[in-house]
């Protein structure tokens, strides 16, 4: 007999969403359970993320393909990477927004304020080796290229302070 691969059924699943088709509920669940809930995949635009990688500042405390400054983790796609790991990013962002917020306000005065659609099509720019591979100095403007900060705040042991080394487990289906 033969199986469909994983990435098939999720793209069909995907697309049913999309339609705004449902799968019916499976024949051993509870009905006083409330009925599952539909995650909200977004169009990525990896081209509109490499544009917001300089307009939304990332360029200067992030660099890709060594274009950028070095505060933070460079932003560089693996060679091989095909596919854009959105949670896996968002996780990321999530790590270090702490360190972010501070140094966004330091350095720029404000913090940067990203949409859900800015946040995807960041991850599409930080996910897409071809399109890393074309980025240059030429895309920062001449004067932000002074804002570049070069001590790399992110591997210092010392800082944050204020931030625990490890958060407790959270078993599931517990109660926060």
């Known amino acids: 007999m033969k199986f469909l691969s994983p990435w098939l059924v999720l793209f069909a699943l995907l697309f049913l ?3 705004g088709l449902t799968m019916p509920a499976s024949a051993g669940e509870d009905e006083g359970v409330a009925p599952r809930k539909s995650v909200i995949v977004p169009v990525v635009d990896p081209q509109r993320g490499r544009r917001l990688f300089v307009a939304k500042g990332c360029v200067i405390c992030h660099a890709v393909k060594g274009v950028g400054g070095q505060a933070a983790p460079a932003l560089d796609a693996g060679a091989e990477q095909q596919n854009i790991d959105l949670l896996g990013f968002v996780s ?4 270090g927004m702490p360190a972010m917020a501070e140094l966004q306000a330091i350095e720029l005065g404000y913090r940067v304020d990203l949409a859900a659609e800015d946040i995807a099509d960041l991850a599409g720019f930080v996910s897409d080796p071809d399109l890393q591979a074309a980025f ?14 070069d001590e790399p705040y992110w591997n210092q042991e010392d800082w944050p302070e204020d931030l625990p080394e490890e958060y407790p487990e959270v078993e599931e289906g517990s109660q926060l």
Do not use: A, I, N
């Open 17 to 19: 969403g999309q339609l």
């Open 136 to 149: 240059s100095l030429d895309e920062v403007p001449e004067p932000m290229r002074d804002w570049f900060l």
């Open 92 to 95: 990321r962002l999530m790590r």
